[in-house]
């Protein structure tokens, strides 16, 4: 049985809750205040945060401060959620931990995503002290390579990584890479073969996370693992968008986000360039964008520059308005490694359709919420998307609707927190953690310190388990 069962009865667990922060700029900070009031009413909530993280406690700050920027906002509001449900904020150096702090709780979460500089450390000291792992991706590979070689320059961790997850071919495969071997694999070649989500999750008491692609590769690490639907703060009601899409003189296209190449951005407008009736539609692309040389050459090549407006990074309220006058949103992803969509819940939220890759999590949302885009006929089956928003743009609008009604009824943060606490209530995480720490032991090294370490914070877990 688990900790919670030796609780004093109508107490709540205790739980560490290792997360990125509001300000930064990742989904899962905003992932973590949005489920914040039904987390504080299931569980007493510690937050422990990276040192650099940019949120800063503070006191008697103004609630309405019509000088603050998007950042300080977005602090702001997380600085009022936690003083509404009396919860507790630490920041953590990997390197020194509050053990005794961390020990005297009941639960550890550590919500792990592929992006080095928001979870470095939370990965870090998630091997030394066994959780509960949120798997937010499944490929980590930026995440665990980021961490191992641009922050610690540890080449030969990666490569004792590399064997203990993949075997001496992996070490290879990333030698040809920095030895610029003319058949080296490319980054995105070697992030689908070795997507290191064992590294995560191998000190793991049990695993959570958001979809079905994730939950089955992530199955064999035979840990206890609960596949949850991604939370969301949804909206009472859904604006009437009918006359929006009544006969407009031009249809308002929007892609937005953080925007690398798995995006299709180029690929989309490649594809809009040579539908017949282009003049029909206007572009605005919103946020931090990869390469904007190779953007606006793409424009200039396609003589794009009187229907493409780049906005890059703007505040959320200019971007919220853009979205309440956009008819289609494109939300195409290629790689994608199996990781759920903050972005498409916001624009079910919303009422808004959108476009999106038929591969990964999204190939499993529904078929009457979204316009799904095969990769190999992608190019004809955008252009026949826009043809459609064209002849029949209510059908187009019923998407938008049908996704809001998906959203309320399948990612309501509420139903997200009971299952979370169902899920520890029931599960053996002493028989877990037994048997990881058997596994660790075997596999610790010969780091007198890190031995010592790992072996310590598994008694304390067992001493919590058991009471």
Not at 248 to 277: D, M, S
Request: proline share 6%; hydrophobic share 40%.
């Amino acid at each position: 049985m688990n900790d919670s069962t030796n609780m004093t009865p109508g107490t709540k667990p205790k739980i560490n809750w290792f997360s990125p922060l509001l300000p930064d700029r990742t989904d899962i900070a905003h992932y973590t205040y949005r489920i914040l009031p039904a987390l504080a009413a299931h569980f007493e909530v510690t937050l422990w945060a990276p040192e650099r993280c940019e949120f800063k406690p503070y006191h008697d700050a103004p609630i309405d401060d019509a000088h603050l920027n998007q950042q300080q906002r977005a602090a702001q509001k997380l600085q009022v959620c936690i003083a509404e449900h009396d919860i507790r904020v630490k920041f953590f150096n990997p390197a020194e931990p509050d053990w005794y702090t961390l020990n005297s709780a009941d639960l550890t979460f550590y919500n792990i995503g592929n992006n080095r500089h928001f979870h470095s450390e939370i990965w870090q000291i998630s091997q030394l002290k066994p959780g509960i792992v949120i798997m937010h991706d499944h490929c980590v590979f930026h995440l665990i390579v980021g961490a191992l070689l641009e922050e610690h320059r540890d080449q030969q961790g990666l490569e004792n990584l590399c064997r203990k997850h993949y075997g001496p071919k992996s070490v290879l495969d990333f030698d040809r890479y920095w030895n610029n071997d003319p058949h080296k694999p490319t980054v995105e070649d070697l992030a689908r073969a070795y997507p290191f989500d064992g590294a995560c999750v191998t000190n793991a008491t049990a695993i959570i996370t958001h979809t079905q692609v994730a939950a089955d590769k992530l199955r064999h690490y035979e840990r206890p693992l609960l596949q949850l639907p991604l939370p969301y703060d949804i909206a009472d009601t859904l604006p009437d968008r009918t006359a929006l899409y009544d006969k407009p003189t031009q249809f308002e296209l929007v892609i937005f986000g953080y925007l690398g190449t798995n995006r299709r951005v180029i690929e989309f407008l490649n594809a809009f360039a040579q539908h017949p009736h282009r003049e029909a539609f206007r572009l605005r692309i919103f946020g931090e964008i990869w390469n904007p040389k190779l953007l606006t050459e793409c424009l200039k090549e396609h003589s794009l520059a009187e229907r493409v407006t780049i906005e890059g990074f703007v505040e959320d309220e200019t971007l919220d308005n853009a979205l309440r006058n956009a008819h289609l949103v494109i939300n195409l992803r290629y790689p994608s490694m199996g990781e759920a969509s903050g972005s498409q819940l916001r624009l079910w939220n919303a009422g808004l359709p959108s476009l999106v890759t038929n591969v990964g999590y999204y190939a499993t949302l529904p078929d009457d919420a979204v316009i799904k885009i095969d990769i190999e006929n992608e190019a004809v089956e955008i252009q026949k998307a826009l043809t459609r928003l064209l002849e029949t743009p209510e059908q187009i609008a019923a998407l938008g609707v049908n996704g809001f009604n998906y959203l309320r009824h399948h990612h309501q943060a509420n139903d997200y927190a009971v299952s979370l606490k169902q899920f520890t209530d029931s599960i053996d995480l002493r028989g877990a953690l037994i048997d990881n720490y058997a596994e660790s032991t075997r596999q610790l090294g010969t780091d007198p310190t890190y031995r010592q370490t790992v072996i310590a914070n598994s008694i304390a877990e067992l001493v919590n388990i058991d009471g």
